[in-house]
């Protein structure tokens, strides 16, 4: 009789899901979690990656705009073909204004992915209960921060909105600005959410050293 081989690298991936905090693939009490849970999860990471996509897109027009804007100024008052170069107007407003909405892109995938820089001196010989408390204080921390910034910023666009502030050279209105933050700020709070209930359930914060480790160990099983 043969026996079936044990799905190994499954296993394998389920214990690294539970060491470092991974929403999609966590494994509680030795069944999965509710269906429903899984379906937010993957919401909530899909959101997040495509609100980081975006805020990608947003870096890469800004620096596009950059490099006009200087080459503008390079020839300055050149005509080509009937147009005249320049730099573009207001360009340092929207370099404010796009590095602003990006950082806020960012911060919800990076909560998700736990990619914040953190010091671990204290923690490398930690053992998991510890690193799981403190875990779970930072994303407590961390949350409330997020939803203090978020309201914070819905009163500033509720301020911007009665004043109608505008931009200096552009007239952009500013409120522009505050809409994706309060936005993106919740959904950093969300994605706080989701990792303390994870850490809360089991899941061990990875330290820089395992997250290298881990790293390394995944690119000759990638290259195969």
């Not at 991936?13 to 470092?20: E, K, L, T």
């Not at 990471?45 to 100024?73: E, H, Y």
Request: glycine share 8%; hydrophobic share 50%.
């Amino acid at each position: 009789m043969s026996r079936a081989t044990p799905p190994v690298r499954e296993a394998r991936g389920d214990r690294a899901a539970v060491r470092s905090g991974t929403p999609s693939t966590i494994r509680h009490g030795g069944s999965p979690r509710p269906n429903r849970l899984r379906q937010a999860d993957r919401l909530l990471q899909a959101t997040c990656r495509c609100v980081a996509l975006f805020g990608g897109a947003v870096l890469i027009a800004i620096a596009t705009m950059s490099v006009i804007s200087i080459i503008g100024r390079w020839f300055l008052n050149t005509t080509i073909a009937g147009i005249t170069l320049g730099p573009v107007p207001g360009d340092f407003e929207l370099v404010e204004m796009g590095t602003a909405m990006a950082v806020f892109c960012f911060l919800p995938q990076a909560q998700l992915a736990r990619a914040h820089v953190t010091v671990d001196l204290f923690t490398m010989r930690a053992g998991p209960v510890a690193r799981r408390m403190l875990g779970a204080a930072a994303d407590l921390i961390f949350a409330a921060t997020a939803a203090l910034l978020c309201w914070r910023l819905s009163v500033g666009l509720g301020e911007r909105l009665t004043y109608g502030e505008t931009t200096m050279i552009l007239a952009l209105p500013q409120w522009w600005v505050y809409v994706p933050g309060v936005a993106f700020m919740a959904l950093t709070t969300l994605a706080c959410l989701s990792t303390l209930a994870h850490t809360m359930l089991g899941a061990v914060p990875q330290t820089e050293a395992e997250m290298a480790a881990a790293g390394h160990a995944t690119q000759p099983e990638a290259g195969r």
